[in-house]
């Protein structure tokens, strides 16, 4: 009977729980509650990477820009057949605070044809598929720097009004610099598409592993082509004014897991491990 007992306790998941909130666009970084080998995270029917620093290990989760203002679970598991250690916790997701962008263009940078709204779509796969991309690089701790020097002159987010009609939301964050300002990677990374695209101009987008891809638009010149490998800081292209664009700026987008977030949350956050 105590030999049943032991085993029951073993295998029986054991109850921890803590709360968070966020707001559509972030990314949290949650200390494991539970220890053990084969740990896992899963948020938003998702599995999210884990990462070590300082001894610690933290689960990097992104909120997608959509993500409907709710209380989801956080549900962490740890061991093998013999023994499950499991714990469920909580995060708040809340409206997050845009800004309303309106801008006013000529009309032919408005409005598309048939053969516009084809390549638009051809673009838009390409990307899709970039993102899918497997690459070598798997970063230890994914904490990026910011890619050029300039202005936020659109932040991530903003609801767009172009000529007074609403278009999505915006997917990145806008940088306003000079033309041939150096574009730095923010991350160690493979590229994994350059292309001259209709609306996005010269655009790259690069691979950093762990499901976390950025993609840099308007760009004046790309300085690497697909396949090269990209250490933290390295310069791989020019700030341009390509596509349709208004003026000379950097569009630096971040995708984690599918998840469309802000640039900014990727950056050193005051506080976090």
Not at 45 to 53: G, H, L, T
Not at 223 to 230: A, M
Request: net charge positive.
């Amino acid at each position: 009977m105590i030999r049943l007992l032991l085993v029951l306790l073993l295998i029986m998941p054991q109850a921890y729980a803590a709360n968070y909130e966020a707001a559509q666009g972030d990314v949290l970084r949650i200390l494991s509650p539970i220890q053990g080998n084969h740990l896992t995270v899963r948020a938003f029917d998702k599995a999210w990477p884990i990462f070590e620093k300082n001894g610690q290990k933290v689960a990097w989760i992104a909120v997608h820009l959509k993500t409907k203002p709710s209380a989801y679970d956080i549900q962490w598991s740890s061991g093998g057949a013999a023994f499950v250690s499991q714990s469920t916790d909580t995060v708040q997701i809340t409206q997050g605070n845009f800004r309303i962008s309106r801008i006013t263009v000529e009309k032919k940078m408005s409005s598309f044809d048939e053969a516009a709204l084809k390549r638009i779509r051809a673009d838009s796969a390409a990307i899709k598929k970039a993102y899918k991309t497997t690459v070598s690089i798997q970063n230890t701790w994914p904490e990026m720097i910011i890619p050029t020097e300039g202005i936020v002159s659109t932040p991530f987010a903003a609801q767009r009004y172009v000529n007074g009609n609403a278009r999505s939301p915006h997917s990145g964050l806008d940088i306003a610099a000079p033309t041939g300002t150096p574009v730095k990677a923010p991350l160690a990374g493979e590229v994994v598409l350059v292309a001259d695209m209709f609306l996005n101009g010269i655009l790259v987008v690069i691979g950093h592993g762990n499901g976390i891809n950025t993609i840099y638009a308007h760009l004046n010149k790309a300085l690497v082509k697909q396949g090269d490998i990209l250490k933290q800081g390295d310069v791989f292209a020019e700030v341009g004014t390509t596509g349709r664009s208004t003026g000379p700026h950097l569009h630096w987008g971040v995708q984690f897991n599918g998840h469309k977030i802000s640039p900014l949350r990727m950056l050193k956050q005051q506080g976090n491990p």
